[in-house]
C-alpha cells in the first residue's frame, strides 16, 4: 500500500513515467523480518525517504476506530485493535514519524488496567465541549447564515429559552456540536410543521429532542443492545432487575449487563445494602442521555416490554 502511494504521489509531483512502487515494496519487503525492531526500522527508511522528496517527516492520523465492523461499537474491541502499536513505546519514538490517534474517551480505561499502556510517555489529551463554547458555536453558525440579523436565543418565544434550556440541549446532545446542531435542525423543522405562528415554543423543544433522540441512537449503538436495554423499562435498575426481566441467572445477568457496559449504553453509579446482609449489589444507570429520554418517556414500543423468547441462549432460572 505503502509503495503505491509512493508510486503515485511521485508521477503527479514530477510528472515522469518512472514508476517507482515496485523499488519502494523491495525496500519495505527487505526490512519485513519477524523480530520487533522491524517495524522501527520501517518507519526510520520512510522517514529518509520523504525527506529526499523535500518534506519533513510523517504524521498518521487514525480515526473512525470503533466504527469497523470488527469493533462494532465496543470500546474493548476498539483498544484491543490498536494495542498492538500503543504498547510497543519505540514506534512513537522515531524521529520525523508522528501518530495521532482520536480515540473514543472509553478506550482510556481498558489502557490502564486489562491493556496496560506507558500513559505517562504517551500522554493522552482529553477534547472536550464547554457549553459556552458550544453557545459561541451556534451563535456564530446563527449570524453566518443570516447575515448577522438572528441570534440562536430569538429562534424561541419569550420565557421559553434561557441558560437552563441550553445546558439541557446541550446534555441531551452528549455535549457534541455535530449533535447538537442536528437536535436544533429539528427542533426548527417540527415548528415549521406546526404551521403555528410565533417562534419557537418549549413543547417543540421537546417535541424535537424525542424525534432526534429516536432519529439518530441507533447510528451510536446496535439496535440488539439498545432493545435489550429498553426491555428492562427502568433508567436506573440492579443485577437481579435485570434477572427478573429476562428469567435468568443473575450471572447471566451479569454478562449482559457487562456487554451493556463496554458498548457504553449503561455505567455503574454507586451501590447500596443488599437485603441479604451480603455484600453491596451494584446500582447501574443508563449512560445515554438520548436513550435515557427514549426510556423515560416511553418513546419506543419496546420500553419495559415482556421478553418473549429467550435471547443469546443465555441460561434460564
Same mark, same amino acid.
Given at each position: 500500500?505503502?509503495? *503505491?502511494?509512493?508510486?503515485?504521489?511521485?508521477?503527479?509531483?514530477?510528472?515522469?513515467?518512472? $514508476?517507482? +512502487?515496485?523499488?519502494?515494496?523491495?525496500?519495505?519487503?527487505?526490512?519485513?523480518?519477524? !523480530?520487533?525492531?522491524?517495524?522501527?526500522?520501517?518507519?526510520?527508511?520512510?522517514?529518509?525517504?520523504?525527506?529526499?522528496?523535500?518534506?519533513?517527516?510523517?504524521?498518521?492520523?487514525?480515526?473512525?476506530?470503533?466504527?469497523?465492523?470488527?469493533?462494532?461499537?465496543?470500546?474493548?474491541?476498539?483498544?484491543?485493535?490498536?494495542?498492538?502499536?500503543?504498547?510497543?513505546?519505540?514506534?512513537?519514538?522515531? #524521529?520525523?514519524?508522528?501518530?495521532?490517534?482520536?480515540?473514543?474517551?472509553?478506550?482510556?480505561?481498558?489502557?490502564?488496567? *486489562?491493556?496496560?499502556?506507558?500513559?505517562?510517555?504517551?500522554?493522552?489529551?482529553?477534547?472536550?465541549? %464547554?457549553?459556552?463554547?458550544?453557545? &459561541?458555536?451556534?451563535?456564530? =453558525?446563527?449570524?453566518?447564515?443570516?447575515?448577522? %440579523?438572528?441570534? @440562536?436565543?430569538?429562534?424561541?418565544?419569550?420565557?421559553? @429559552?434561557?441558560?437552563?434550556? @441550553?445546558?439541557?440541549?446541550?446534555?441531551?446532545?452528549?455535549?457534541?456540536?455535530?449533535?447538537?446542531?442536528?437536535?436544533?435542525?429539528?427542533?426548527?423543522?417540527?415548528?415549521?410543521?406546526?404551521?403555528?405562528?410565533? /417562534?419557537?415554543? =418549549?413543547? *417543540?423543544?421537546?417535541?424535537? /429532542?424525542?424525534?432526534?433522540?429516536? &432519529?439518530?441512537?441507533?447510528?451510536? @449503538?446496535?439496535?440488539?443492545?439498545?432493545?435489550?436495554?429498553?426491555?428492562?423499562?427502568?433508567?436506573?435498575?440492579?443485577?437481579? $432487575?435485570?434477572?427478573?426481566?429476562?428469567?435468568?441467572?443473575?450471572?447471566?445477568?451479569?454478562?449482559?449487563?457487562?456487554?451493556?457496559? &463496554?458498548?457504553?449504553?449503561?455505567?455503574?453509579?454507586?451501590?447500596?445494602?443488599? #437485603?441479604?446482609?451480603?455484600?453491596?449489589?451494584?446500582?447501574?444507570?443508563?449512560? $445515554?442521555?438520548?436513550? #435515557?429520554?427514549?426510556? +423515560?418517556?416511553?418513546? !419506543?414500543?419496546?420500553? +419495559?416490554?415482556?421478553?418473549?423468547?429467550? &435471547?443469546?441462549?443465555?441460561?434460564?432460572?
Amino acid at each position: 500500500m505503502l509503495a *503505491t502511494v509512493a508510486a503515485t504521489w511521485s508521477k503527479k509531483k514530477f510528472d515522469a513515467d518512472a $514508476d517507482i +512502487g515496485p523499488a519502494v515494496e523491495t525496500i519495505l519487503r527487505s526490512l519485513r523480518q519477524e !523480530d520487533g525492531v522491524a517495524p522501527k526500522a520501517v518507519m526510520e527508511r520512510l522517514v529518509s525517504f520523504v525527506r529526499a522528496l523535500g518534506f519533513k517527516g510523517i504524521v498518521v492520523l487514525v480515526d473512525k476506530v470503533d466504527e469497523t465492523p470488527q469493533t462494532s461499537n465496543s470500546s474493548d474491541a476498539t483498544a484491543r485493535l490498536v494495542y498492538p502499536i500503543l504498547e510497543h513505546v519505540q514506534l512513537m519514538e522515531v #524521529e520525523g514519524f508522528s501518530w495521532l490517534f482520536f480515540l473514543w474517551s472509553d478506550v482510556q480505561q481498558h489502557y490502564e488496567t *486489562t491493556l496496560r499502556v506507558r500513559l505517562d510517555k504517551i500522554t493522552p489529551a482529553n477534547i472536550t465541549w %464547554t457549553e459556552a463554547g458550544l453557545r &459561541e458555536m451556534i451563535d456564530s =453558525r446563527m449570524k453566518f447564515f443570516s447575515a448577522s %440579523t438572528v441570534s @440562536f436565543d430569538q429562534l424561541f418565544d419569550e420565557g421559553s @429559552f434561557d441558560d437552563s434550556v @441550553f445546558s439541557y440541549l446541550c446534555h441531551s446532545t452528549v455535549k457534541s456540536p455535530r449533535e447538537l446542531i442536528k437536535a436544533v435542525d429539528i427542533i426548527v423543522r417540527e415548528h415549521d410543521l406546526k404551521a403555528a405562528p410565533g /417562534l419557537v415554543d =418549549r413543547q *417543540t423543544v421537546e417535541t424535537g /429532542l424525542d424525534k432526534y433522540s429516536l &432519529e439518530t441512537i441507533n447510528f451510536w @449503538f446496535p439496535r440488539k443492545f439498545l432493545q435489550q436495554v429498553y426491555r428492562v423499562g427502568k433508567t436506573e435498575f440492579t443485577n437481579k $432487575d435485570v434477572a427478573s426481566k429476562y428469567k435468568i441467572t443473575t450471572q447471566a445477568a451479569g454478562r449482559k449487563i457487562a456487554k451493556w457496559q &463496554e458498548l457504553g449504553l449503561v455505567k455503574q453509579e454507586g451501590t447500596f445494602a443488599s #437485603e441479604t446482609g451480603n455484600k453491596p449489589v451494584y446500582r447501574y444507570e443508563v449512560a $445515554d442521555p438520548r436513550v #435515557e429520554r427514549i426510556i +423515560g418517556r416511553m418513546l !419506543d414500543k419496546l420500553v +419495559g416490554s415482556d421478553v418473549d423468547e429467550q &435471547e443469546d441462549n443465555e441460561e434460564v432460572i
